[in-house]
Structure formats: structure tokens, C-alpha cells
């Protein structure tokens, strides 16, 4: 995608000799702390100037920056350097998404990449870099609710097209167990236990129902206890289990059942994840905080939704497998070779339904699911 518009979206500030004005901070310190990697190029694609965001974006000091061009860090075929000459040769300012700069040097996907001119040194541009990765997941959990909807109405056709004819099948086979010969009679166990086995799917995935969810005052730690219990006592035997709480948190404003069922799997995962990496030293940390300042807007509204609990789920197994992770909430995405791949479509649909989010920060060794949540704000009775 791209995007074109006038020339003066980006003001560059304090790179032009004017006089410095008294009681003004100084600009080249304010470009120096800006957060995002800012740099200017002159027009023979020379490092001019680079932001200490975009030495640390570019992984390259300012002073070895200073003696290359873009071209040393970037093939020459890189649509970078056809926005850079749309913005020398048209004077505009000009955005594109989704960039790839990759190189021996540089690995950096889902860029967002704005130039602009500097008229007071023609041919110069200045270009603002930025990662869209972490808003693009954003983008995703917001998209999760559409991927839930469609497993909804799937579900309720399953449910009522595959359950009952499905222990018709299973009966018949119970029937014809005491009538064969031992070596057919695995056949018809077989048959009994798939059929099991699918009646299970199928009620797993009625839990992606619309029933309206009946909310209220849930005290998330006494959650978390309940969830780490049933894993101790089965799943995750030999995990280690580590709490990290705020006794002070206030109680989130949910339906605990529900709750229950999304820490159950991530749990789970991270105990899948931590098992089948034989991990030696396997460890879940449990966390709660709160946290003022996170804000969602609500869809068709002015309304922004305070999300001020955050609890988490922490593992020290391998991370997620990279060709999964962009479509890692859709339902039946799993990289298990019995998973159903439901856990986290199920989680992304309760988050939902209570108006939260879920966040996943995943590195190998550190594998972190978020949720962040809504506080109850009458007097909890709980
Ligand atoms: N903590 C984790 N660490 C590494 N990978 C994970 C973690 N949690 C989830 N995943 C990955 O995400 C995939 C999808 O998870 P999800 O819970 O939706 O399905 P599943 O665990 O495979 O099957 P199910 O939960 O239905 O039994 C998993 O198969 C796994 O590859
Ligand atoms: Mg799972």
C-alpha cells in the first residue's frame, strides 16, 4: 500500500541554520531522543544524519553510518530506493507499508517507510522508519473475533449434523463388539473411540457459541490457583510453577468459568511447549499487574475501554514456530500432531466477548501470552 500527499507532512525541524531560539529545547538533541529511527540522506544516497533510534534500528553506529550509503546496506533493487526517487524527483512526501530491507546486514520485514524532501538541500530526503509488526498484531487480535464467528456458525451445524448420527455410529459398533471374533473387535473399538474422539471436537466447538456471558466481580487470583492445581495434579507434573501476584489487584469484571478455560490452555500450551521441547528446567511464571494507561477503542463507538489488569502466562520452552505465528489464533492452526488447534481461537473468542485483548511476546526461551483486562468497578462481594 501506498500513500502519497503534499510535501509539507514532514516538517524537519532544526536541520535548516536558522538562529537557535532562546528557551527552545535544542533540536538536534529533541531529533537525537525521538523514538523513532529518523535519517537523512543526500542525493547520492550518503548517511547525512541519523537519530540514535535509527543507529539502533539499523544496528550500525552513527559514526560508521557516516561513511556509507544506503546502497552498502541494501541491494539496489529494493523498492527503497524507488520511493526515495519518487520523493527527489516529485517533491512529495511519500509513505509505503510493509517494506522489506534485507541484506547480509539488515533483516527487517513489515516496515513502514516515509520520505520526504528537504528543500533546503535539493536532492536530500529525509526518511522516518518504522517497525508495523507490533501494530500489525494489534491489527490481529482485532481480527479474531471474525475468525470466532465463523467457527460459531460451524459449530452449531456440527453440533446438530454430526452428533446425532455420530452415536448412532458409535452404538452400533458397541453392539457388534460382543458379536465378532477378537481381531474384528479392535476394529470395533477403534471405531468407538474415533467416534469419541470427534463427539469431543464437537463439543469443544460448541464452546464457541453466542450465548450471552453473565459477568461479574472475579477474583483473578483464586483463577489462576484453580488453573495451576489442575495442572500440577495432571498435565504439568513436573513443571515448575512460579507465581509473581499483586495482592492488590482489583477483581476483573468477567465470567470465571470462561476464564478458567482460557488459562487452562495457555497453560496447557506452555506445558506442551516446555514438554515436547524435553525441556529439563521447564518453568511457568504466572503474573498479574496492573497496569493504568492501556486503552481499546470499542468498534463503533467514540468509547475507549480501560484495560487496566494484565495477567499472564510465561514459559521458558522454544517459542512458536515462526509459519504459524501470523495466523496463530484462527482456529485449527496447529503445529501438534494431535492438537486441534482450538485452544487459542477459543481464548481470542472469550477475550473478546469481555472486551479485552490478548498480547503475545514470544522469543525462544520466553514465550509470554497477555491478556489485559477489565476491572470490576462496584465493591466486589467475592
Ligand atoms: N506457549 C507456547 N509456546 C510455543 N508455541 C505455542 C504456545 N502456545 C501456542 N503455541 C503454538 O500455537 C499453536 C496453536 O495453539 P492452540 O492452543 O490453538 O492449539 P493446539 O494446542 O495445537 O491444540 P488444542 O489446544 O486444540 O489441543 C500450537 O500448536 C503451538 O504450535
Ligand atoms: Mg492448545
Do not use: C, W
Not at 527527489?88 to 516496515?111: C, F, N, V, W
Not at 529525509?126 to 471474525?146: E, G, I, K, W
Not at 473411540?193 to 464437537?202: G, N
Not at 488447534?341 to 481470542?348: E, K
Amino acid at each position: 500500500m501506498k500513500t502519497a500527499g503534499a510535501r509539507d507532512t514532514l516538517k524537519v525541524v532544526g536541520i535548516r541554520a536558522d538562529p537557535p531560539i532562546p528557551a527552545r529545547p535544542d533540536p538536534a538533541a529533541l531529533l537525537s531522543a525521538l523514538p523513532i529511527p529518523m535519517l537523512l540522506l543526500d542525493r547520492a544516497n550518503r548517511f547525512r544524519f541519523v537519530n540514535h533510534a535509527a543507529e539502533q534500528f539499523l544496528g550500525i553506529s552513527a559514526a560508521q553510518l557516516s561513511q556509507l550509503s544506503l546502497a552498502d546496506l541494501v541491494p539496489s533493487d529494493n523498492p527503497i530506493f524507488q520511493l526515495i526517487e519518487q520523493v527527489r524527483s516529485g517533491d512529495l512526501t511519500i509513505s509505503d507499508h510493509d517494506m522489506t530491507l534485507e541484506s547480509p546486514r539488515l533483516h527487517k520485514t513489515a516496515i513502514t517507510v516515509q520520505g520526504a524532501p528537504l528543500p533546503e538541500e535539493p536532492g536530500s530526503v529525509v526518511l522516518v522508519m518504522q517497525d508495523s509488526s507490533a501494530a500489525r498484531a494489534l491489527d490481529r487480535q482485532l481480527t479474531f473475533r471474525s475468525a470466532a464467528r465463523s467457527v460459531t456458525g460451524m459449530a452449531a451445524i456440527l453440533a446438530h449434523e454430526v452428533k446425532n448420527p455420530l452415536s448412532g455410529i458409535r452404538g452400533a459398533a458397541q453392539l457388534l463388539e460382543s458379536s465378532v471374533t477378537a481381531a474384528d473387535r479392535e476394529l470395533t473399538v477403534l471405531i468407538r473411540d474415533e467416534a469419541d474422539r470427534i463427539r469431543d471436537l464437537v463439543d469443544r466447538m460448541e464452546a464457541f457459541g453466542e450465548k450471552p456471558i453473565e459477568r461479574g466481580a472475579v477474583n483473578i487470583h483464586r483463577v489462576l490457583e484453580h488453573v495451576r492445581l489442575l495442572a500440577q495434579t495432571g498435565f504439568a507434573a513436573s513443571i515448575r510453577f512460579s507465581e509473581i501476584y499483586d495482592p492488590s489487584l482489583p477483581h476483573v469484571y468477567g465470567n470465571r468459568d470462561q476464564l478458567v478455560q482460557v488459562l487452562l490452555n495457555l497453560v496447557k500450551n506452555a506445558a506442551e511447549s516446555i514438554v515436547g521441547a524435553d525441556h529439563i528446567y521447564g518453568e511457568i511464571v504466572l503474573m498479574t499487574a496492573f497496569q493504568q494507561g492501556m486503552r481499546l477503542a470499542v468498534p463503533g463507538s467514540d468509547h475507549r475501554m480501560h484495560l487496566p489488569l494484565v495477567v499472564s502466562v510465561r514459559d521458558n520452552g522454544p517459542g512458536i514456530p515462526e509459519d504459524i505465528r501470523p495466523n496463530l489464533f484462527d482456529p485449527f492452526v496447529s503445529s501438534k500432531a494431535t492438537g486441534s488447534g482450538l485452544g487459542l481461537a477459543l481464548v481470542a473468542k472469550i477475550i473478546n466477548d469481555h472486551g479485552g485483548l490478548v498480547e503475545v511476546d514470544d522469543r525462544p526461551g520466553r514465550t509470554e501470552f497477555r491478556l489485559h483486562l477489565p476491572m470490576m468497578v462496584e465493591d466486589p462481594t467475592d
